[in-house]
């Protein structure tokens, strides 16, 4: 069944009646947060590489993400594989790691990999769900995530007012 969704899937993007929309607000977010200098990108997800790649390209998002992690390179979640492996190819820490999801797995997986949690309303999830899987907060548009990496990371009151 799973082979069967994955060949459905691809046949339909090929034939142009698949496309997955960003989300207002995520390409200028990423902008933002591409242009720091102490900022790295990464994916986790339960995507197939080959959907991730979809979706970059559909997007004009190459280059954006260090580390991209996947279902098919790791555990799936909530088990923090993808995250400990993000950190191991990128050298981050942990206190400086936060994973960013719409899913309760997404914030268990953070709290496994013992990284923050931020948790967003428009996605899959209620935000019940996210709290009660340990999300330090939850956003409910792409114009908050900034500031809110801003207080998680330390950043100072000016450069998140400068950056949101």
Same mark, same amino acid.
């Given at each position: 069944?799973?082979?069967?969704?994955?060949?459905? *899937?691809?046949?339909?993007?090929?034939?142009?009646?698949?496309?997955? $929309?960003?989300?207002?607000?995520?390409?200028?977010?990423?902008?933002?947060?591409? +242009?720091?200098?102490?900022?790295?990108?990464? !994916?986790?997800?339960? *995507?197939?590489?080959?959907?991730?790649?979809?979706?970059?390209?559909?997007? %004009?998002?190459? #280059?954006? /993400?260090?580390? !991209?992690?996947?279902?098919? *390179?790791? $555990?799936?979640? &909530?088990? &923090?594989?993808? !995250?400990?492996?993000?950190? +191991?190819?990128? #050298?981050?820490?942990?206190?400086?790691?936060?994973?960013? %999801?719409?899913?309760? /797995?997404?914030?268990?997986?953070?709290? +496994?990999?013992?990284?923050? %949690?931020?948790?967003?309303?428009?996605?899959?999830?209620?935000?019940?769900?996210? =709290?009660?899987? #340990?999300?330090?907060? !939850?956003?409910?548009? /792409?114009? =908050?995530?900034?500031?809110?990496?801003?207080?998680?990371?330390?950043?100072?009151?000016? =450069?998140?007012? =400068?950056? +949101?």
């Amino acid at each position: 069944m799973a082979e069967a969704y994955r060949q459905s *899937k691809v046949s339909r993007r090929l034939a142009g009646l698949d496309h997955d $929309p960003l989300y207002p607000g995520a390409r200028e977010t990423l902008d933002v947060l591409s +242009a720091r200098d102490d900022v790295l990108l990464g !994916i986790a997800t339960g *995507k197939a590489m080959r959907g991730v790649r979809h979706m970059q390209e559909s997007h %004009g998002l190459d #280059g954006r /993400f260090v580390t !991209i992690q996947t279902a098919d *390179k790791a $555990p799936s979640k &909530p088990h &923090p594989g993808m !995250i400990l492996q993000a950190m +191991a190819e990128t #050298g981050a820490e942990p206190s400086r790691t936060v994973m960013i %999801g719409d899913t309760d /797995f997404d914030m268990e997986m953070a709290r +496994a990999a013992g990284v923050a %949690g931020l948790g967003v309303s428009w996605g899959y999830h209620p935000r019940a769900r996210l =709290e009660a899987a #340990g999300a330090v907060r !939850i956003l409910d548009r /792409f114009d =908050e995530l900034v500031p809110a990496l801003g207080v998680l990371l330390g950043w100072s009151d000016m =450069e998140r007012r =400068e950056l +949101a």
